[in-house]
């Protein structure tokens, strides 16, 4: 089912800054067809022609996911609270189809209108259909002005991570693990959405297990590239990526109860989450006195 947890953890397990709009989307509990509810508008506001597409024809959990098709119309805007401080973690599955493009920005204001379509960075995939399996990070205060070029898997579901710092107007980027991405996030320190258009004749892509909730304590601590988890999906074992050892790794389940814990002591630590129910955990990483947490699905 969809998923919007409020999770007010009243146990200390997580510290979020109070103004944060926790999301949670696997969208398998909406209807196929538009979606105009909860999160989810459109460049107008208005329910119509621009939203979100539900469809089965690809999912990356359950078997439903969000399409975003080639119309040049759709242009469905994921609402995220008008945050103005703090640090957050904004991530998505994508699945762009072999030479399609895709596209997507960040609304500095939920309200397109209000804002004048103000956004921070823009993000292509194969733009202009000229380079398939590759994606580009542009300015748009500058938007002929590239800040990072990546790769991505054509065919295949992977996920694209934010981890944003208002308070220095910067973000990391990554794809399944890998940074893409280290710099300004030119959004004048202001997040209120993310905007999925249909860019060109060409475009078409998929969305699933929509996640953004604001960073715990110490996430500064974790640099990137020093920290990741997989497979994610996770079978059995999950592997903890870490350049110094880990203290201890606690595991919630989505209603907030600790289901596995461990104090490794070790870098790189393995986490046997065999036993586990296939559903989406927290797993919440500790070394010394920082912390992280990430959404695992088994």
């Known amino acids: 089912m ?4 409020l999770l007010a953890f ?3 397990a997580f510290t979020f800054s109070a103004n944060a709009q926790i999301i949670d989307d696997d969208m398998e509990g909406y209807s196929t067809g538009p979606v105009h509810e909860d999160h989810w508008s459109s460049w107008s506001g208005a329910a119509g022609p621009e939203d979100l597409i539900i469809t089965t024809d690809q999912a990356f959990s359950g078997s439903q996911s969000g399409y975003i098709g ?3 119309v759709q242009d469905a805007v994921l609402m995220l609270g008008n945050q103005t401080s703090g640090q957050y973690t904004l991530s998505w599955y994508m699945y762009v189809p072999g030479g399609k493009t895709g596209y997507y920005n960040i609304q500095e204001d939920e309200d397109t209108g209000a804002s004048g379509g103000i956004w921070g960075i823009n993000v292509h995939f194969n733009m202009d259909g000229l380079a398939p399996g590759t994606g580009y990070v542009v300015d748009d205060q500058n938007p002929a002005n590239i800040v990072a070029t990546f790769t ?4 295949f579901w992977f996920q694209i991570t934010h ?12 794809i399944d693990g890998t940074e893409i991405y280290n710099g300004d996030f030119y959004s004048g320190g202001n997040l209120g959405g993310v905007d999925f258009f249909s860019i060109d004749a060409n475009n078409q892509y998929y969305l699933d297990d929509v996640f953004f909730d604001a960073a715990t304590a110490g996430v500064e601590d974790f640099a990137a590239g020093s ?3 997989y497979p994610n999906p996770v079978k059995d074992v999950l592997n903890i990526s870490t350049k110094t050892a880990v203290d201890n790794v606690t595991v ?4 907030g109860k600790v289901v596995l ?3 490794p002591g070790v870098i790189s630590p393995k986490v046997d989450m065999s036993g586990l129910a296939s559903g989406a955990y927290m797993v919440q990483v500790t070394i010394g006195n920082a912390t992280k947490t990430v959404k695992v699905l088994k």
């Open 2 to 5: 969809k998923k919007i947890y």
């Open 10 to 12: 009243a146990l200390g």
């Open 70 to 72: 080639d119309d040049g």
């Open 152 to 155: 991505y898997p054509e065919n």
């Open 163 to 174: 981890e944003i710092d208002l308070d220095t107007d910067t973000v990391v980027m990554s």
């Open 227 to 229: 920290f990741s988890v």
């Open 252 to 255: 919630y389940d989505v209603l």
């Open 261 to 263: 814990t461990q104090t």
